[in-house]
């Protein structure tokens, strides 16, 4: 694993969008000690539901799982990487975890205490609308994921979503990119990879789509 040398650990902080226009509030995170750096061994417990969020956790470098509640260690529900952020929605309100989340290889992480969160929020306003454009962005997501869980058939779901980033006067053939990449767009259909890779060959297969890189040309709206 890469040595997290203070440089490093305030240059992952400032590439958050939540310090977006913030460097200086990184910056003290790291020269004030108010971040904590955490390393985490393969199975190891970073968070329990319903136990207080006392800070907000960067991945800074491996992985982690993040695990429905439940018996044992719970339904596999994504994995986050470097640059990922775990805690944010809980920092304000004295909330809880609603997930187990688990380190799945050798991780690094960096702890914002809560109290540091509150600090910043209330001293700037830059990094106030930062927090609030994050929850904004987060509940959008959460919506468009509950829209297309309505839908059954892995591939009709893919398909779902493609037609969703049509412009509303889309002839086709028409190309688009998508919005998220594939890691975040399996959590957002709650897909495994296999599955969403398998979905988009379906549809290359059924002569509804071509793909250009990360271009996608819809040769027609329908299965």
């Known amino acids: 694993m890469k040595t997290l040398t203070p440089e490093i650990i305030e240059k992952t902080i400032a590439g958050l969008s939540l310090f977006a226009d913030c460097r200086a509030l990184a910056g003290r995170c790291v020269t004030d000690g108010r971040c904590e750096i955490r390393r985490f061994a393969p199975g190891d417990v970073l968070s329990e539901p319903h136990t207080p969020v006392s800070a907000l956790g960067i991945v800074a470098d491996g992985r982690i799982g993040v695990y429905a509640d439940g018996a044992e260690k719970g339904a596999l529900l994504r994995t986050m990487g470097p640059g990922k952020v775990f805690g944010v929605v809980g920092l304000t309100d004295g909330g809880d975890h609603v997930s187990r989340i688990l380190a799945v290889q050798p991780t690094d992480v960096i702890f914002i205490p809560a109290d540091t969160i509150r600090k910043m929020l209330a001293e700037d306003t830059r990094f106030m609308r930062n927090y609030l454009a994050f929850l904004s962005d987060r509940i959008r997501f959460l919506n468009r994921k509950i829209a297309y869980l309505s839908v059954s058939d892995a591939t009709d779901r893919v398909l779902a979503y493609l037609r969703s980033l049509l412009p509303s006067d889309a002839i086709f053939p ?19 990879r296999a599955s969403l890779y398998r979905a988009f060959d379906n549809l290359a297969d059924e002569g509804v789509i071509t793909r250009q890189g990360r271009t996608v040309i819809l040769e027609k709206g329908t299965r």
């Open 174 to 192: 028409c190309a688009v990119t998508p919005d998220y990449s594939f890691t975040d767009l399996s959590d957002l259909l709650n897909l495994g």
